[in-house]
């Protein structure tokens, strides 16, 4: 009898996820997390002071809070 293809497909996953993925180390995770961090950190610095412009071009179009 033939095994369902579901379960076939569940077990090359399993044997692929086991024996062919390569892992990062503890110390590639944290670089790469520490570069995730500061790139985000950059990225919502640079989207603020964008804001920071906009908000200055829209008091000055339309005079608000003046």
């Given at each position: 009898m033939k095994k369902?293809?579901?379960l076939t497909d569940i077990q090359?996953?399993?044997n692929e996820l086991v024996n062919?993925?390569?892992w990062p180390t503890k110390k590639e995770l944290a670089n790469s997390t520490v570069?995730?961090?500061v790139a985000s950190i950059i990225?919502?610095?640079v989207i603020w002071l964008?804001?920071?412009g906009i908000n200055e071009v829209m008091h000055l179009i339309y005079g608000?809070?003046?």
């Open positions: 369902s293809k579901i090359e996953s399993y062919k993925v390569s570069i995730v961090m990225l919502a610095i964008i804001d920071l608000i809070g003046a």
